[in-house]
């Protein structure tokens, strides 16, 4: 030891031998202790400099350590050559269990696996803070714009949620996108957190505990989704009041650009959003029912006492159901009017040959529903009608249910229900359920055309009352009215240990190895599908606005669903539910499998597990590696729900600005990031002939501005960079899924307890599947011979 710190302190003094002669050099330098591991020639060096020259080389030795370390990733290889890294698919958030929580865990846990999810986080916490900002500037009350909402809306105040319309904020949105944004970031060691920030946030809207006891996943998805739902249609309806109002909010300050800026205000549609048709058809008489029709933010079906069933036979079967004893009313005034023909007999009073004459009229009605709605007193005249033998309550027929999804939701989460009752006990129903990594839905042919229509009319009608209104009391063709010329002269976070385990990069050009795994790893190449109405308010509502009506005109005389007339609120409720909705005109909606809630136990007790499709990463021919999966963007939790002080926030911004930036600059100059965040468009799957499994996709060319897309991926480049606008299409390029995600594309997750599982592994939870979530995809695949 004595030995070693005398040759530290002979470097650290930087004794400098240069002035001495040669013999005198050799011999001092006799005197320093000699270690195998650093060479007499290395010291004979070292002490023959001066030190100025010494502090030089030790500058050049950093630097270019610092620029190994850094550019070495980026380095080309030959073809022979392999780079390794550690593997960023390995790794994943895990959540704690502090008492009774895997039913939390694991429902969270398959949020985060929804790309389409995190789009639409994006978006309308984006929109939501638009609409707040131009609030603010107008210097709007918010408490009198919330006041006079409820005031107009009575149906706001008989809502279980109306604690939550009383306020202008989104809380839940916040929450759950801070939440997804933890358990999305790509991990290198093992990492655990609690659930209990998110569920407190529910707690608070509610104003209500979550008990200890045992809770079901199912249950609390519902709750979240119809939260969720009502934040997204609690803004859209500020939106739309406001639009459909702003001449009067705003009077006299009333100028162009105040449209302009609404109309860049999108509220974008919650994914989950589906919407099924129910209508009955009487097979002796072929009427039909009025159409029902019924959202849905989770499909749920019951799951039969059998041995084994398949997803696709729960679908039809829930589509389709067969009623005996059935009432139609078509088929009673078939015989009612049938008989009346046929006999002879004396109308005992007027009222009676009333009835008769009504009973005339409907039989004439080619649109007359099985369960058309008629006056009480024609009603019981017919229920207690016998004559010439023909009793009422003895017409009876069979009824079919048909029940089909009108509007394929962008998530279709489905829950199975497993419960069973015997007549004294409710015990958990086992039979296996076989789903694949994927389905398809149809809107059907019958459908298709006429939501389509829906479409194309709403959009014409909106972008007449948006030109009607923004123009109104601003510009004028009258001369009398003009402005004179002269006056126009204004132009709990854990983390483990470092994992070792190295993803095998190949640096060369070869095809990547295909299994025979289906493994569509691709995350969607659909741009989401937004709905929302522009809006805005002022300091103080006048109390002269009037209720607000429909955006489009009632034409329901004309408008029929499979024969029957649906009502103006249907109506209405069609054209805003399909107004942006993205039609495929072969009327096939492709989705992928994302994750699988399972459960294990009897009814009463047990545990959830969750299954997540892991991300896609991909590597290009040089070894870098790729996310090509959204994320939530930094900076959505600075969200403002309430008003501030504008001076309090001018005041802050600035500081806030400088952390900020300092706290990216200091991240991104670390090194460079292993694993770039990227979001590509226009991706394509490489199907090669005979090949089951595509382990190729192109994209376009993410090397062309690596360093670009690295300050992105920390939110760097959106505040200091415009991109640049480019005339020319850009180049595709060829990159290759990393092994492991062929193998292992999913994750199992049991609270804090993580590992990778193959798609067989999943699909092999028959028993045990309840809750599944698929998403619509719509990508482009190419097929090409090896």
Request: charged share 25%; net charge negative.
């Amino acid at each position: 030891m004595e030995d070693i710190w005398n040759q530290v302190k002979y470097l650290i003094t930087n004794k400098d031998l240069s002035y001495l002669q040669q013999s005198q050099q050799h011999q001092l330098i006799q005197q320093i202790p000699n270690y195998s591991f650093i060479p007499n020639s290395i010291v004979k060096f070292w002490y023959s400099k001066s030190s100025n020259q010494q502090k030089l080389l030790l500058l050049n030795l950093l630097l270019l350590s610092a620029s190994i370390y850094i550019l070495l990733p980026s380095l080309p290889f030959s073809n022979q050559q392999r780079m390794f890294s550690k593997r960023p698919d390995k790794n994943i958030t895990g959540l704690i269990n502090l008492r009774n929580d895997c039913f939390a865990n694991s429902s969270l846990q398959a949020y985060s696996s929804l790309p389409s999810l995190t789009e639409y986080l994006n978006k309308f916490i984006t929109s939501f803070n638009q609409l707040f900002k131009f609030i603010v500037d107008k210097k709007i009350n918010i408490d009198e714009l919330v006041k006079l909402r409820l005031e107009l809306n009575k149906n706001l105040q008989n809502s279980k949620f109306k604690s939550a319309n009383t306020k202008f904020n989104i809380p839940l949105h916040i929450a759950m996108a801070k939440m997804v944004k933890k358990l999305q970031e790509t991990q290198m060691t093992s990492r655990t957190i609690s659930v209990w920030t998110f569920l407190h946030e529910l707690e608070n809207i509610f104003n209500a505990k979550i008990s200890r006891s045992q809770h079901d996943a199912h249950e609390l998805t519902q709750l979240i989704n119809e939260t969720l739902e009502n934040e997204n249609l609690k803004i859209k309806s500020f939106l739309r009041f406001i639009t459909l109002n702003l001449h009067t909010i705003l009077s006299n300050q009333l100028i162009p650009k105040d449209y302009a800026e609404l109309e860049k205000i999108i509220i974008p549609e919650f994914p989950f959003d589906g919407l099924i048709l129910s209508q009955m058809t009487c097979l002796s008489c072929h009427g039909v029912s009025k159409p029902l029709f019924t959202p849905f933010v989770i499909l749920t079906l019951p799951v039969p006492m059998a041995q084994i069933v398949e997803l696709e036979t729960l679908l039809e079967e829930n589509e389709k159901e067969s009623i005996e004893g059935y009432q139609c009313l078509r088929c009673i005034i078939n015989k009612i009017h049938a008989n009346e023909e046929h006999i002879t007999r004396q109308i005992r009073n007027d009222e009676e040959e009333k009835f008769i004459r009504e009973i005339f009229k409907l039989h004439s009605n080619p649109s007359l529903c099985i369960n058309e709605d008629i006056p009480e007193a024609l009603e019981n005249y017919i229920k207690n009608y016998k004559v010439q033998g023909i009793d009422v309550s003895q017409i009876t027929s069979t009824v079919q249910k048909n029940s089909q999804i009108l509007k394929p939701p962008k998530i279709f989460g489905l829950h199975l229900s497993r419960s069973s009752f015997d007549g004294q006990v409710i015990t958990r129903n086992s039979c296996r359920v076989k789903f694949t990594d994927h389905l398809t839905l149809s809107i059907g042919k019958e459908y298709h055309e006429k939501l389509k229509q829906f479409q194309n009319i709403v959009q014409s009608e909106e972008e007449k009352m948006m030109d009607k209104i923004s123009f109104s009391g601003i510009l004028t063709n009258d001369e009398n009215d003009m402005e004179d010329e002269d006056v126009q002269r204004g132009d709990f976070d854990e983390k483990g240990e470092e994992d070792e385990d190295e993803e095998e990069v190949e640096t060369d050009d070869g095809t990547a190895t295909e299994t025979g795994l289906s493994t569509d790893d691709l995350d969607e190449d659909e741009t989401d599908l937004e709905d929302g109405s522009s809006i805005t308010s002022q300091e103080s509502i006048p109390q002269t606005i009037t209720t607000s009506t429909t955006i489009i005109p009632n034409d329901s005389n004309n408008t029929q669903i499979n024969n029957a007339p649906i009502t103006d609120k249907q109506t209405d409720d069609l054209k805003e539910r399909f107004k942006r909705f993205k039609f495929n005109d072969n009327d096939i909606y492709k989705y992928r499998l994302r994750a699988v809630i399972r459960h294990m136990g009897s009814h009463s007790q047990g545990h959830y597990e969750c299954y997540k499709r892991k991300p896609l990463f991909v590597k290009d021919k040089d070894g870098n590696i790729f996310k090509l999966s959204p994320e939530i963007m930094d900076d959505l939790g600075d969200v403002h729900c309430g008003v501030e002080p504008a001076n309090r926030r001018s005041s802050s911004s600035g500081s806030e600005h400088d952390e900020g930036f300092r706290h990216r600059f200091s991240s991104l100059m670390g090194r460079r990031p292993s694993v770039i965040q990227a979001d590509p468009k226009n991706v394509e799957e490489i199907i090669q002939s005979g090949l089951q499994t595509p382990a190729e996709i192109l994209v376009d060319d993410l090397n062309k501005n690596n360093f670009d897309d690295a300050f992105a991926s920390a939110n760097f480049k959106k505040q200091f960079h415009e991109p640049k606008q480019s005339t020319k299409p850009k180049e595709k390029v060829k990159m290759k899924k990393i092994n492991s995600l062929i193998t292992n594309p999913y994750w199992r997750i049991s609270d804090a307890n993580t590992s990778e599982v193959s798609t067989a592994s999943v699909l092999a939870e028959e028993q045990t599947v309840y809750m599944l979530y698929y998403e619509r995809v719509d990508r482009k695949q190419i097929r090409r011979n090896r």
